[in-house]
């Protein structure tokens, strides 16, 4: 398979973004340790052990942690950096290394667009899970950085006569929801929030952008220098086309939420077709039969 990603730079960019932290640009870490948190407080249940899976930062175990219902956790990432000296393992990209049925939880936060066989990367969590074991991710999906993109678009179109992609061509929340049928993983459901978060000027949200270690890691990126012309016109679209009365701009993260588990026969079955009791034909023409 063609890779789209070039995982090397992204762990490159990775490292120099611990080296040089900007406060407050782990804001969507720090959102999604938040929604988390809420939903494995929704799952009544204990888990004996989970592993927290290229989460990039100590933000997801402490969730596990402090939630009271994981007994052994065990980090994984793709790099030593990322560890930041916390105990854990250190293993190749896409590489769940567990074995088969040995887990009881796994959790991913903010590295799945990242990964360029995101099915293969599923699959594997699905074998690692013990049966009735629940998966919990979150990445970055389609609509993310809209705004940005179709600013830079417009405006190497305008001063080139065309333009490169530079932005990640993000999953959709219907093909998460498919991807996890695809793994075999039970009960599968894809959600997604969007957060919108201001910024002075499009200089500033690439400065987070940076500092998140999130800029473009794109295989196929122009190679052209993208010089002070090209950013000057693509703040300029931006401000014209995305900013609201106070002149400050909107940037979009649409943050994808997927669940499953591993199959197991205690779990809920849907029923077969034509076995309802009751017709939509008749619940539709006398609404109080219920």
Known sequence: MQPLIDTALWLARKRRALARPIEGADFLMRRAAEDLADRLGAVERRFGKAAALFCQTSAAVDVLAGSGKVGEIVRVEMDKALLAGSPGLVVPPETVPFEEASLDLVVSLLSMHAMNDIPGVLAQ???????DGLFLGAFAGAGTLAELRESMLAAETE????ASPRIL?????RDAGALLQRAGLALPVADVETVAVRYDTLFDLAADLRAMGETSTLVDRSRRPAGRRLFARAAELYAERFADPDGRIRASFSIVWMSGWAPDASQQK???PGSAKVSLKAVLENPSRT
């Open 125 to 131: 969590i699905r074998r690692a899970l013990r049966p």
């Open 169 to 173: 061509p993000f999953t959709d929340v």
């Open 270 to 272: 849907p029923l077969k």
């Open 159 to 162: 001063l080139y006569g065309g």
